[in-house]
């Protein structure tokens, strides 16, 4: 068998779907666009979304929109996707790093606490694998740490508090304690690029929780001036008989979705709950293999959380970098590909040139070391499901007996 890591699940509903606006004549921002958006928003719980072209546009946005800028610090995951910290940069704050918990992919929430300062604007949690933070205990140092927060702008004035920024890229239909993610932090970012289990190809969308004294629509407008360069009016508005005069309201960016990446998105949110049923039964099926030979996993569905299952990672006990690599590689040329989730920050060169050093976090590097990532997406039949367990439980059985033996 050769199984790939992630493609997309493409239909002929997306496919006609896309042939529709290429058809329609509108091909970037327009009517498909502000469809998604409002199906976005009633999916997640909230008033309002903005899509735009990344999760990074979106996670960017919304630092910006809460006046985030040079003099400020906010607070992300040591492991994480570079999109994490690299926004916090974006907009000329400082990234502050924080460790991850000994037996968890999640901050360590007592650093988190300690990180806080008088400078401190944001905190970005990370949902891993499609499993949300712990919400309650990041809203409550939130607010122990109220004493210390300095508003710049009106918007931060109103919250009173630093916000809660979730990178959600991972975690789009995922509930945690009954509320759909989105519709818990302050502000949500998603990510429905490629790889993502509800895609546009490239693309992403913001939603955000009710701000006392701001409403959601002038947030909603801000967003689009900042998404489209500062212009007041957007291609589709434009259009309206005599409509042609627009105004530049500050020389801002250029991230905005277009309709044909909507149109991707509408087709599998139609698809949508089905494709988070078949994530559920294949994480089922991993686990029933091999968390008996020993192989750990995350907790993907328990009585306070159910997880979007984006990505199946895995622990193996005891090995080293080079037995990590060995294995992927034998996985490799049994046709199943793999990858490894994530490679923390402070190893990478960006963040080394910033000053962070691994040394610092190690609970994050010894996450690292041996975490293999299995595929898992709903392109998988039960019969590839049950090869890449099989084949991954043979292949990883030996590595840990040999632990168990203590020969290793």
């Not at 979304?49 to 800028?69: D, F, P, W, Y």
Request: glycine share 8%; charged share 20%.
């Amino acid at each position: 068998m050769k199984i790939p890591f992630s493609p997309p699940d493409i239909t002929e509903e997306e496919i006609q779907e896309v042939a529709e606006a290429l058809r329609s004549g509108w091909i970037t921002t327009g009517p498909k666009t502000k469809e998604f958006e409002r199906k976005i928003a009633d999916y997640c719980g909230v008033k309002r979304a903005v899509c735009l072209n990344s999760q990074t546009a979106c996670a960017e946005m919304a630092l910006r929109i809460l006046g985030i800028g040079p003099g400020d610090e906010v607070i992300t995951s040591a492991y994480t996707y570079t999109a994490s910290a690299s926004v916090i940069c974006h907009v000329g704050a400082r990234p502050v790093l924080v460790d991850t918990q000994a037996d968890s992919l999640e901050m360590d929430y007592e650093a988190l606490e300690k990180a806080v300062t008088e400078h401190t604007k944001a905190v970005i949690p990370v949902d891993i694998g499609g499993i949300p933070c712990d919400y309650d205990r990041i809203f409550s140092i939130a607010e122990r740490k109220k004493a210390l927060f300095r508003p710049a702008n009106q918007l931060q004035e109103a919250m009173g508090r630093i916000a809660v920024c979730a990178d959600a890229a991972h975690s789009f239909g995922a509930e945690w304690h009954g509320k759909k993610t989105g519709s818990i932090a302050d502000f949500s970012s998603f990510s429905f690029h490629a790889v993502k289990n509800l895609t546009t190809a490239e693309g992403g969308a913001l939603t955000w929780n009710p701000i006392p004294g701001i409403g959601d629509e002038d947030i909603y407008h801000q967003l689009q001036l900042y998404s489209l360069h500062g212009q007041s009016k957007d291609a589709l508005a434009k259009t309206q008989l005599g409509a042609w005069e627009y105004d530049i309201a500050g020389p801002w960016y250029k991230c905005n979705m277009t309709d044909i990446m909507a149109a991707i998105g509408l087709a599998q949110l139609r698809r949508y709950e089905g494709l988070l049923m078949r994530r559920k039964e294949i994480i089922r099926q991993y686990d029933q293999v091999l968390r008996p030979v020993g192989v750990g996993t995350l907790e993907h569905y328990t009585s306070g959380c159910t997880s979007s299952g984006h990505l199946y990672l895995t622990w193996i006990p005891g090995i080293s970098l080079e037995q990590r690599q060995e294995i992927i590689v034998k996985m490799a040329e049994a046709g199943v590909a793999c990858n490894v989730h994530y490679k923390p920050l402070p190893m990478m060169t960006a963040y080394k040139n910033m000053g962070f050093d691994i040394k610092d976090y190690p609970n994050a590097y010894g996450h690292f070391v041996n975490e293999i990532t299995l595929p898992l997406h709903t392109k998988l039949s039960d019969a590839e499901v049950t090869y890449v367990a099989e084949t991954y439980a043979s292949v990883v059985k030996p590595y840990i007996q040999k632990r168990e033996k203590g020969t290793c």
